[in-house]
């Protein structure tokens, strides 16, 4: 199958597809997977077959119908990654152009190389030194770039792609093709030549020129979403920090208005004799008793966070119970507590707010001291069904690069204290356990 034709100026089209298969299955191994075990085997084996048989049996195709081909070739690997792998059209695609540009590296190397063995080392023109070079080449190129590219496949699941970051992707790929390929096109040119050595050594540096673009900007991507993450989480702190001080100055001014009612119901009732006033106010005097006891836990910030939750599922019909040992998490810092009960009383309201029915808006709350360490844990209702990445729940919000940072901060914050967070979300019923060693 790999016996190469006479014309040695031209790459025969299986080494390019061959080239294709195996970039486009390096990728797929080191990002997350839409397809598992043998459906994904079998997918990836149908999309090898059909790009094999296609460039095969277009090698010799006229000119005219070049790059209609090589847009079909493209076609077929985006189609094999967003297929087998979870991500989005623009992700997918802009891994596509990185398989492409790295099978285009790989293929023309191996070229280059056999070529120059047979101009030099007198070698035969048979499937041995095929099978050799190509194993050489390809061996080399796509391990050095596993070695490269694994270090970052936990950060490519958390990845996403803009339209700007696809474009700039795709305008580097044209460049890169159409700089390669030069010399097959245009033989009289500064950055072109008319001999086949000269031609393999030019498309195989501008492809690994490219490569190396490709990655940089990769990491430069990687970079600046890690940034935009953290001054997110960030802002997201010192935002939960200011709505507890706002709450804080809120509640307070309600604590003085409920004392002073207190002293009026007391100079009403010792003005008047009506029954029905008499049970009115005791009915009022009732609930500032209720209103006074509830979230005392012993932590100031908490029982502020509390207080303005409670106050927020009372006006949504959310039933909010709680069971908190405040002095249990002493050892945080206030603008830590804050963000991490907020995020998480904030993501259970979330939930919980789309229930229609009453008696299921529920949320319960948790704050105790298990031996030497502080267990949390947040449960409420929940409806529809919850997708986990990483074992947290996946936002279901549209906008998915701006969103899904509440558990992310709840994640951030605990990790900081040495802490784990489990989430289990099951008959209808989510919950949050966090435990934090205390010593």
């Known amino acids: 199958m790999l016996q190469v034709t006479p014309d040695l100026n031209n790459t025969p089209g299986i080494y390019y597809a061959l080239a294709y298969i195996f970039s486009s299955c390096l990728y797929i191994s080191l990002n997350k997977k839409r397809l598992t075990g043998k459906r994904r085997a079998a997918a990836q084996t149908g ?74 080392w007198e070698l035969e023109l048979n499937m041995v030194w095929n099978l050799m ?12 770039m596993y070695l490269l590219e694994r270090s970052y496949r936990k950060e490519n699941e958390e990845l996403h792609i803009s339209g700007r970051e696809l474009r700039v992707t795709v305008f580097l790929l044209l460049l890169v093709y159409m700089m390669s390929n030069m010399s097959y096109v245009f033989s009289n040119t500064p950055f072109s030549s008319q001999f086949p050595a000269e031609m393999f050594t030019i ?24 940034k935009l993450e953290n001054a997110y989480l960030q802002n997201m702190l010192h935002s939960q920090y200011e709505n507890y001080k706002i709450s804080e100055e809120s509640i307070a001014l309600v604590n003085q208005k409920y004392h002073d009612l207190k002293h009026q ?6 003005s008047i004799d009506d029954r029905e006033k008499e049970t009115y106010l005791n ?11 509830q979230n005392k836990t012993g932590n100031k910030v908490l029982d502020t966070i509390l207080t303005a939750k ?29 963000a991490l009960f ?42 529809g069904t919850l997708e986990f990445e990483n074992g947290m729940p996946k936002t279901t919000k549209l ?29 209808g019923w989510f919950e949050l356990r966090i435990l934090i060693s205390r010593e």
């Open 47 to 120: 999309f090898a077959v059909l790009l094999l048989v296609f460039m095969i049996a277009t090698d010799q195709i006229a000119v005219k119908w070049f790059i209609p081909c090589v847009l079909a070739e493209i076609g077929i690997l985006w189609l094999s990654i967003h297929t087998c792998c979870d991500m989005d059209w623009k992700k997918s695609a802009y891994f596509c152009t990185r398989v492409f540009i790295l099978g285009e590296l790989a293929a023309s190397l191996d070229w280059q190389l056999f070529y120059f063995g047979l101009m030099n």
């Open 133 to 144: 070079f190509l194993t050489v080449s390809y061996g080399s190129v796509f391990g050095v």
């Open 203 to 226: 498309r195989t540096l501008v492809d690994l020129g490219g490569v190396g673009i490709l990655f940089a900007y990769h990491m430069q991507i990687q970079e600046i979403n890690v």
């Open 265 to 270: 119901i007391a100079f009403l009732r010792s």
């Open 283 to 293: 009915q009022m005097e009732q609930e500032i008793k209720l209103y006074e006891a």
């Open 310 to 338: 409670t106050l927020q599922c009372q006006n949504q019909g959310i039933s909010l119970t709680c069971v908190a040992d405040g002095e249990a998490i002493e050892f945080m810092h206030p603008m830590d507590i804050t």
């Open 342 to 383: 907020g995020n998480a009383l904030d993501n259970a309201i979330e939930s919980v707010k789309k229930i229609a029915d009453p008696e299921k808006r529920l949320i319960h709350m948790v704050v105790s001291r298990q031996k030497n360490f502080l267990r949390i844990k947040v449960e409420n209702c929940y409806e």
């Open 399 to 427: 906008d998915k690069k701006f969103h899904g940072y509440g558990m992310k901060s709840i994640k951030t914050i605990v990790e900081k204290y040495s802490g784990s967070v489990t989430v289990l979300a099951k008959d």
